[in-house]
């Protein structure tokens, strides 16, 4: 098909009913990394900064396992013109962050020239108590990367605006946040929750709920720092035992049951047990992961690629959990 006359990857994933359950990153940490302007598809190392620096900081946090994105005060960012599309360095303050989920703290600093965002160490331990007052806590990132997906800018800037006037959280665009055929995308620190297929209605309700202790399902994609198969139990489960609580479901534990064999001709199913903790109730499931036919996921796709997908077999109650033993939690493989 012609690219003119392909549907946008938004409005293809919605005729195919792609499930986002399991989808958000699973990166632990995410550094934030204020650079206004237009933002080329590779977001970092094609934005307005110097290519050295960015490829050492964008080196940095790889080695850390933490995801780079770049924010943006909402509103039009016009391409600059020739003469003046100098670089960044000496324009700003600009603004840079670390948000950790799993600490639920976001630390801020500033970078005037791009050097200084060498300093940045991704990895550096975060202290809750100290960090909490270096900048705002409560953010929403909202993906509007036109240049890696249409779809993104198109259905992610109205909501940027929507939530910004909607709700007292710091509002960001942000870059590639995975999941374009999901547009738009939410993300909400520090609690690090994402939802997708928004609006601008859907995505206030979906900031408001979280801010009430409960996730909008329909909408939710997962936590960020996560592995997939635990997005998976959490979510699934949760729609089992009808609880959208905010972490009235954990998983504490995952096993690969069963592999699909290599050898195997077609797709296999892979399905992992996990055990899943529910106020004082412990439950045993079982999860099916496999892989959906190719198609195409992005408006910019090249080729088809499969996409994964879960389901939950059984759920079966267990005994209750005994003086938080059963709650430790255990490695899940990602």
Not at 138 to 164: E, K, M, N
Request: hydrophobic share 45%.
């Amino acid at each position: 098909m012609d690219d003119s006359r392909r549907p946008r990857c938004s409005d293809a994933a919605r005729l195919r009913a792609d499930p986002l359950l399991a989808t958000a990153p699973t990166a632990a940490r995410l550094l934030l990394i204020e650079v206004p302007g237009p933002w080329g598809r590779a977001g970092l190392t094609a934005a307005r900064l110097d290519p050295q620096v960015a490829a050492a900081v964008s080196a940095a946090a790889e080695a850390a396992g933490v995801r780079v994105q770049l924010i943006r005060r909402p509103g039009r960012h016009p391409a600059p013109r020739p003469e003046s599309a100098e670089p960044l360095t000496g324009a700003g303050p600009f603004a840079w962050a670390i948000a950790d989920p799993s600490a639920k703290v976001v630390r801020w600093g500033s970078w005037q020239h791009e050097r200084e965002l060498l300093g940045v160490d991704p990895a550096q331990p975060l202290d809750p108590g100290a960090d909490a007052g270096t900048g705002p806590q409560r953010l929403a990132l909202v993906c509007t990367h036109s240049r890696h997906d249409l779809c993104c800018a198109v259905l992610g800037r109205p909501v940027a605006a929507a939530v910004a006037a909607g709700t007292d959280r710091q509002t960001w665009e942000t870059s590639h946040l995975g999941g374009d055929r999901f547009a738009a995308n939410l993300l909400l620190l520090p609690e690090g929750e994402v939802f997708g297929r928004l609006d601008g209605v859907t995505a206030v309700a979906a900031a408001r709920a979280l801010d009430g202790g409960r996730l909008e399902l329909p909408h939710y994609r997962g936590r960020v720092g996560r592995a997939p198969i635990e997005q998976a139990g959490v979510h699934l489960a949760a729609q089992a035992l009808d609880d959208s609580r905010l972490g009235a479901v954990r998983v504490l534990a995952a096993t690969r049951r069963e592999a699909a064999p290599p050898e195997a001709t077609a797709p296999g199913v892979d399905r992992w047990q996990l055990r899943i903790g529910h106020g004082a109730r412990l439950y045993r499931g079982v999860i099916a992961a496999w892989w959906s036919g190719p198609e195409l996921l992005s408006c910019s796709a090249l080729a088809p690629k499969p996409a994964r997908r879960f389901a939950l077999e059984s759920l079966q109650a267990l005994q209750p959990i005994d003086d938080g033993k059963e709650a430790e939690e255990c490695p899940i493989t990602r």
